[in-house]
């Protein structure tokens, strides 16, 4: 409902989004899915080369989809290897970033740059003003919509190479948040790359343990208490 009277203020039917009023319960229904790493470097080596690009670009910057898309080459500053976010689109509708603290510069590592400038010398439309995403259906006038990327080509190739988990977009922000936790990378660091407003955002939501991280954490606890495991001869039999 939140989304459905925000769509309306965007376009001026109303003048406020009164669901804004109404408290909701802070328990989320599921959590979201998060890709291990295995999962996300076979899914990469599947896609195609657009599809590719901006999953990478995604699960590796963590930037909201609405933000992704709105990105025109223009935005892309290859020599100091940066994104410079300045707004968002949704359901071709260009607007703000969520936060003054999305609006900031993005780090653009020097791999995920050379693969931009793979795809913007395949794409028809590589001009400064074009969308970096552009559909070619709307002449490049528009970014493509995201939920068909996601059904007509990510899924399916996911699903095809045995990766069953519910894929949407925001998997690869929660995964790109895993994996730097995984890392050992402080909270501020993580914070900041997240572009949230405060770090209890950042702790409460994107810190998932991916599976290999927890079962090694386990692995150490158990050795902790069972010093001489290592010289056991005894075999696991299910």
Known sequence: MSALFSHAVRYEWLDRNPIKLVRQ????????????????QLLLSKLGVRERTLALLYAATGLRVSELLALRWRDVDFDGLQLNVTRSIWHQVVGDCKTEASAKPVPLDSYMAEDLLRWRRQSAYSQDDHYVFASETMNGE??????????????????????????????FRHTFGTLLKANGEDVKTVQELLRHANSRITLEVYTQAVTSNKRAAQSKVVRMMVPNLGETKDEVHP
């Open 25 to 40: 319960s802070a328990k989320r229904e599921r959590i979201p899915d998060v890709l291990e790493l295995a999962e996300i």
């Open 142 to 171: 528009q970014p493509y919509w995201p939920d068909n990327l996601m059904k007509r080509h990510i899924r399916p190739v996911a699903k095809a190479n045995g990766i069953h988990k519910r894929i949407g977009w925001h998997t």
